[in-house]
């Protein structure tokens, strides 16, 4: 069982910036592939980035691209979010996700991630 924290959610205004980090204790996340997720009230669950654990390779959802990066942290077993230029659409509750890599490409399918956080809440005003 892996158990995965998300600290970094918050309150922001439009334009501003936040980092979320996903991190866990117990394993080590080097060998697996890591997603960034969303769910905002009433919408569903939609992928925002991938980080594959072999090789490092990264996926972005067009509507972040150039505004979010991907990065993972070996030595602190950490995995971030850094997202700026954060718009009142991006206002939902973040969550990571792991599963152990196989692939050299992440995926950013729900289905495909077996170990979830419990979700970050972000909130960008306008």
Sequence with gaps: ??????????????????????TTSELTLNYYDIGWFRQAPGKEREGVSCISGSG????????VKGRFTISRDNAKNTVYLQMNSL??????????????????QCVMSAPAYEYWGQGTQVTVSS
Excluded: W
Excluded at 56 to 63: E, I, L, Q
Excluded at 87 to 104: G, I, L
């Design 1 to 22: 069982q892996l158990h995965l924290v998300e600290p970094g959610g918050g309150l922001v205004q439009s334009g501003g910036s936040l980092r979320l980090s996903c």
């Design 56 to 63: 490092g390779r990264t996926k972005y959802a067009d509507s």
């Design 87 to 104: 718009e009142p659409e991006d206002t939902a509750v973040y969550y990571c996700a792991a599963d152990m890599s196989f692939q050299t």
